[in-house]
């Protein structure tokens, strides 16, 4: 399932909507940058028959830089993350992940999903859990069971979980797993850390608590952060850039770049207020292609 | 009118019976091998079974088992091979259907009363001594010979070291799908693994307790052990343990009266299960799941309809976090 990428040197022009097709996104290579590349996409396209979600995609984005994926329900921003987990094939065009073909790559790669639940009576204890994070994945039984004890310690410790560390997780309230999460997806000390709507359904303090332990370790050890989420407001003081993505289009840049009437218009083509109050980013208005975007409550994030 | 003539001493007598039972111990070696085999097998798999939420499925393997079981009777050659082929084909199937319980549900619903049909069918057509068609379905202890009991060894080495070799990523598999496969653990292999396992392990049951009863087996001492702890290691182990008193303490019961081991096995561990589920009601009415305190409100999301709410659980039910 985990097919490699279909290396697609064809660059077929789309004839899709041209004016939206802004790419003010990859830094050209002479651009002096720090860090080196975690995640590359070159000339990606991704479709569903013939939904074309995104396509002439090109992305780097490197260690150190906290990046965010924005856009409605069926714009493909789960597809995306899909793409980097190696669980997705791109139909055109190549994407690399710390160098590596996507899934390959898998353990220098944390993965922070939404807040599910578990059931009540689920087998595994808060540090089970983190413990799935450090060797889930390998054969056989545990057999170094004090070293791991040790490390599931330091990370229940690093989010401030150690309180419920054997506290049963079907008992624990949504932010309490969401803190689990980071502490499994940190136990490989990722080069990456892939959030997936990780604060959705969790109350104001805990998404504050949960972005915060998100950021603190890009800053501490320079990995890259990809947050997909439909609100960028929890995260808005950390991130550098946007891929925003709207009905086959998107737009990359910063957040000042990205998040302006003028531009989320265009790319709905639709009138779009961004409106901003004590620093939080309000999006407004009704787009009319209803082709892939639903918002109800005429709110897009 | 009709006289209740129900003689007790006459049924207590035809339960509990240990004339001689010294000299049936000695014969029955065999049994209780077989039983003890069944026993940590059916432990092991069981836990795993409750994980991946399967109960619905074993009972369906089983019926297929049970076919299998009941053609090769009627066509005349070994039974074990005839279940072995029901259950894991039957297995295979549901696999293949579907990854997660709530796919295959519906699935299996539809398969197991062909199943069944398909062996009453076998058993009916078949005209050789009929208590070895009852035993298919209710189980049979005391002809358990030399070659089945190799055949039972075989087969527990086979569930057993597959299960070692694929223990963590199974668990993670089993407990959270969506991360395990993000980490790249090939999710849909692992399952379909198991369910072979799974299908040898029903039709190792089928042979003792029947195809009726294997439920017994493979669910309660599991579902018991996770009455009493959720710490994945000390489930397993108290889960093979309480398979292994209903089994091995079920035969040695049944040794010396004529009746099927099959009441005796699920009796005892279904007083398991009770006695289980009345610690964890007193467990859980005593104390809090929290080792420490927390200055943390201990609902802090309560958007999760899992997680809480259980009234029997005795804790409190959220009434939403407004700590902001």
Sequence with gaps: MTLPTKAAPTIHTPAAQPATRTTASTPPRTQPEPGRAVVELKNAELAFGERVLWRDLNLTIREGEYFAVLGSNGTGKTSFLKVLLGLLPLTRGTASVTGERPGAASRHVGYVPQQRGFAPRTPLRARDLVAQGIDGHKWGIRVRRRAVNHRVDELLEKVGAGDYANAPVGLLSGGEQQRLRIAQALATDPELLLCDEALLSLDLNHQYIVSELVNAQRVKTGSAVVFVTHDINPIIDHVDRILYLAGGSFKIGTPDEVMRSEVLSELYGADIEVLRSNGRIIVTGRPDNTHHISSQEGLIP | ?324
């Design chain 2, 1 to 324: 009118m009709i006289t209740a003539a129900v003689d007790w001493d006459s049924i207590v007598s035809s339960v509990f019976v240990f004339d001689n039972y010294g000299e049936l111990l000695a014969l029955l070696s065999n049994s209780l091998w077989a039983g003890a085999l069944l026993g940590l097998v059916g432990g092991l798999v069981g836990t795993l079974v409750m994980m991946r939420d399967l109960a619905f499925s074993v009972h369906g393997i089983a019926e297929l088992s049970f076919a299998g079981a009941a053609a090769a009777l009627l066509i005349g050659v070994d039974i074990v091979t005839g279940s072995l082929l029901g259950s894991v084909v039957a297995a295979l199937i549901i696999g293949f259907m579907g990854l997660r319980a709530r796919d295959s549900n519906s699935f299996v619903g539809v398969l197991m009363p062909f199943g069944l049909g398909l062996g009453i069918l076998f058993l009916s057509l078949y005209e050789g001594r009929s208590s070895n068609k009852f035993s298919l379905l209710t189980g049979q202890i005391v002809s358990v010979s030399p070659v089945q009991l190799t055949s039972m060894m075989v087969l527990s080495i086979v569930v057993v070291a597959g299960l070692v070799i694929v223990w963590r990523p199974l668990t993670f598999a089993s407990t959270d799908p969506v991360v395990a496969e993000a980490r790249g653990l090939p999710v849909r292999t692992l399952s379909i693994v198991f369910m072979v396992l799974l299908g040898v392990s029903v039709a190792m049951s089928v042979q003792i307790v029947g195809a009726l009863l294997v439920l017994a087996l493979l669910i309660t001492p599991a579902a018991a052990a996770m009455n009493l702890t959720v710490a994945p290691a000390r489930t397993v182990v108290l889960s093979v343990v309480f398979a292994e008193l209903s089994m091995v303490g079920g035969i040695l019961l049944a040794l010396g009266g004529n009746i099927p081991i099959s009441p005796y096995v699920t009796t005892i561990s279904f007083a398991i299960w009770l006695l289980t589920r009345v610690i964890r009601g007193i467990r859980e009415r005593g104390s809090s799941y929290r080792q420490g305190g927390s200055e943390e409100h201990p609902h802090g999301g309560g958007q999760d309809p899992h997680a809480h709410g259980q009234g029997s659980q005795g804790l409190p039910v959220p009434v939403g976090d407004v700590r902001r």
